[in-house]
Structures are given as C-alpha cells and as structure tokens.
C-alpha cells in the first residue's frame, strides 16, 4: 500500500462520514477495510500508469512485482468485506468471474438482491 503523495493527505480519520464515537466497532473496521480497498486499487492504477511510461526493462520489472502485491491486498481486503457484507457478496456472486456482458450481470444481480 502506498504511503506517499495524495493518498498520505487522506491519512487519520476522514474514512468516517459520521461521528467515530457514534458508529459501532464492525462498523469502523469495515471502513477502515473500504479505505484500504479504495488506495489498493489506485496504487494498481499508479503503477499501470509508471509501468506504461517507464522505458527501463529493469525498473518495469520491479513496479510490474510491486503491482502483483497490490493485486493481493486489494483482494484479501474485498474478500473481508464481502464476508462482513452478505448482500453486497451475493450482488458480486452474480456480476464477478461471469462470462458475456457485464452490464447484463449487473442488472440481472440487481434484481435477485433486491
Ligand atoms: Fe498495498
């Protein structure tokens, strides 16, 4: 996970849209989780961007291994949350790994949730 540039601006406590004190514990860690999915994924998007305009084979090699970390992070913190949250887990069950159109899945999903 990054720790540098705009990501360390969002670093402490604005994960939280209510007051802390207010939300339960289950609650807090689950943003906690989503914020470290959100910069998981930009940091897969940082380093495909530096990756596409890097001309040393050496350097691609290392951010292209650094990118495989992200990928990791960013699954393991999307598995914890759609173990913690069934309903958004059953939605992506009928949208992810699915073959054919996308957009079909999403709304197909969509409607079996609700
Ligand atoms: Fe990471």
């Not at 309903?87 to 069950?93: C, D, R």
């Amino acid at each position: 996970m990054f720790r540098s540039g705009r990501y360390a601006n969002r670093m402490g406590f604005d994960q939280y849209h209510e007051p802390a004190s207010e939300l339960s514990q289950e609650t807090r860690t689950r943003a906690r989780l989503i914020a470290s999915l959100t910069e998981e994924a930009e940091a897969i998007g940082w380093y495909d961007q530096r990756i596409s305009v890097e001309k040393d084979s050496e350097a691609r090699a290392i951010m292209a291994n650094a990118q495989q970390e992200e990928f990791k992070h960013f699954g393991m913190d999307l598995e914890f949350l759609l173990r913690r949250m069934p309903k958004w887990q059953e939605e992506l069950k009928l949208i992810l790994f699915q073959p054919g159109d996308i957009v079909k899945h999403g709304e197909q999903a969509e409607d079996a949730v609700d």
